[in-house]
């Protein structure tokens, strides 16, 4: 089984437009379908709750990895695979994944590729739904910021 999930899009726009969506917690809000409670800084805790319909109390919990200029930004989150009973468990989940943004200029616009890792870490009764459920979220989250940024 693989270890990670990789999307990439082309979106008609420029990369500091892509940054900015990114990277404000308010405008990653909005397409991510977030709330969350505070700017993004390195080394520090992100967390909120999520705005997508039917998952309004599903908390939001990811710690920030890494923010380089117009070019990536990272956070690690649990790999919980929407499970909010494990979510609310209050177990520590010990296994979190990486998931990168990383940004290039292509052609009248941005290349952006999003990639999770770490799913090897995930014991494996459970790495097949985290996957299978990690996978379907990006394919929908790499559209949402593309529609957020061609506006």
Same mark, same amino acid.
């Given at each position: 089984?693989? *270890?990670?999930?990789?999307?990439?899009?082309?979106?008609?726009?420029?990369?500091?437009?892509?940054?900015?969506?990114?990277? =404000?917690?308010?405008?990653?809000?909005?397409?991510?379908?977030?709330?969350? *409670?505070?700017?993004?800084?390195?080394?520090?805790?992100?967390?909120?709750?999520?705005?997508?319909?039917?998952?309004? =109390?599903?908390?939001?919990?990811?710690?920030?990895?890494?923010?380089?200029?117009?070019?990536?930004?990272?956070?690690?989150?649990?790999?919980?695979?929407? =499970?909010?009973?494990?979510? =609310?468990?209050?177990?520590?989940?010990?296994?979190?994944?990486?998931?990168?943004?990383?940004?290039?200029?292509?052609?009248?616009?941005?290349?952006?590729?999003?990639?999770?890792?770490?799913? *090897?870490?995930?014991?494996?009764?459970?790495?097949?739904?985290?996957?299978?459920?990690?996978?379907?979220?990006?394919?929908?989250?790499?559209?949402?910021?593309?529609?957020?940024?061609?506006?």
């Amino acid at each position: 089984m693989p *270890d990670s999930i990789i999307k990439t899009i082309e979106i008609a726009a420029p990369v500091e437009k892509i940054w900015d969506a990114l990277i =404000d917690h308010r405008k990653f809000g909005s397409w991510f379908q977030v709330a969350l *409670d505070q700017p993004f800084k390195v080394g520090e805790a992100s967390t909120g709750h999520m705005t997508y319909p039917g998952y309004e =109390d599903y908390r939001w919990e990811a710690r920030i990895v890494a923010i380089e200029p117009m070019r990536r930004f990272a956070f690690e989150w649990p790999a919980t695979g929407g =499970d909010k009973a494990l979510m =609310d468990s209050g177990a520590a989940i010990a296994e979190w994944t990486l998931v990168e943004f990383l940004l290039e200029p292509s052609g009248n616009g941005t290349r952006l590729t999003v990639t999770e890792s770490g799913f *090897d870490k995930v014991p494996e009764a459970r790495r097949g739904n985290v996957m299978r459920d990690n996978e379907g979220g990006w394919t929908e989250q790499v559209r949402n910021i593309r529609d957020y940024a061609e506006q």
